[in-house]
C-alpha cells in the first residue's frame, strides 16, 4: 500500500469513528412538569436515546413518580411506584431499550394529564423501539460505520 493510499485510508477510519461518536452522543431532555402541559405526544417529538438524560422541573406541590406499568399509567395508580420525588428537579439516565412511566401524585393532576410514557429506544431506529436491541444495535452501528464511510469517502473525493 503506498504512502498515499494509507494515508487516505487512515482519514476514512477517522472520519468513521467521529460519526460514530457523533451519533452515539447521549443527549439531554428537559421536561417543564406542570398540570397544564401536554405530555400526550412527549415521546412522539422527542427521541429518546439508551444514554440520554431527561430533567423533570417543576415547582411545588408537583412530585416525579416512576410508575411500573402501563396498566398503572393508564389507571393514575401510584400503589406500586418505583421512585418518587418531590425535590423540583428530577433526572433520569436510561440505561436501556423500553418505556418508560412517570405521573406527578399532587393531587388529582395525573388525571388531568400530567403524566407521561418515554419510549427510549437504542437510538438506531425509532420505528422499532420493542425489537431485537441487540439485532437492531448491530445494524444501528452498521449503518453509522457506513454513513461515516460514505462521508470519508466524500472527503477524500474532494482531495
Ligand atoms: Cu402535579
Given at each position: 500500500?503506498?504512502?498515499?493510499?494509507?494515508?487516505?485510508?487512515?482519514v476514512?477510519?477517522?472520519v468513521?469513528?467521529?460519526?460514530?461518536?457523533?451519533?452515539a452522543?447521549?443527549?439531554?431532555?428537559?421536561?417543564?412538569?406542570?398540570?397544564?402541559?401536554?405530555?400526550?405526544?412527549?415521546?412522539?417529538?422527542?427521541?429518546?436515546?439508551?444514554?440520554?438524560?431527561?430533567?423533570?422541573?417543576?415547582?411545588?406541590?408537583?412530585?416525579?413518580d416512576?410508575?411500573?406499568?402501563?396498566?398503572?399509567?393508564?389507571a393514575?395508580?401510584?400503589?406500586?411506584?418505583l421512585s418518587?420525588?418531590?425535590?423540583?428537579?428530577?433526572?433520569?439516565?436510561?440505561?436501556?431499550?423500553?418505556?418508560?412511566y412517570?405521573?406527578?401524585?399532587?393531587?388529582?393532576?395525573?388525571?388531568?394529564g400530567?403524566?407521561?410514557?418515554i419510549?427510549?429506544t437504542?437510538?438506531?431506529?425509532?420505528?422499532?423501539?420493542?425489537?431485537?436491541?441487540?439485532?437492531t444495535?448491530?445494524?444501528?452501528?452498521a449503518?453509522?460505520?457506513?454513513?461515516?464511510?460514505?462521508?470519508?469517502?466524500?472527503?477524500?473525493?474532494?482531495?
Amino acid at each position: 500500500m503506498s504512502a498515499l493510499a494509507m494515508a487516505k485510508a487512515l482519514v476514512v477510519a477517522l472520519v468513521a469513528i467521529a460519526a460514530v461518536a457523533e451519533l452515539a452522543a447521549a443527549k439531554n431532555h428537559t421536561i417543564q412538569w406542570s398540570v397544564s402541559g401536554n405530555y400526550g405526544d412527549w415521546s412522539a417529538s422527542n427521541a429518546v436515546s439508551v444514554g440520554d438524560t431527561v430533567v423533570f422541573t417543576y415547582g411545588p406541590p408537583h412530585t416525579v413518580d416512576e410508575l411500573p406499568s402501563e396498566a398503572d399509567y393508564k389507571a393514575c395508580s401510584f400503589d406500586g411506584k418505583l421512585s418518587s420525588d418531590d425535590g423540583g428537579r428530577t433526572a433520569f439516565t436510561f440505561d436501556k431499550v423500553g418505556t418508560r412511566y412517570f405521573a406527578c401524585a399532587a393531587g388529582s393532576h395525573c388525571t388531568q394529564g400530567q403524566k407521561v410514557a418515554i419510549t427510549v429506544t437504542d437510538g438506531a431506529s425509532s420505528a422499532t423501539p420493542k425489537g431485537n436491541s441487540a439485532a437492531t444495535g448491530a445494524a444501528g452501528l452498521a449503518a453509522k460505520l457506513a454513513l461515516g464511510l460514505g462521508v470519508g469517502g466524500a472527503l477524500l473525493a474532494a482531495f
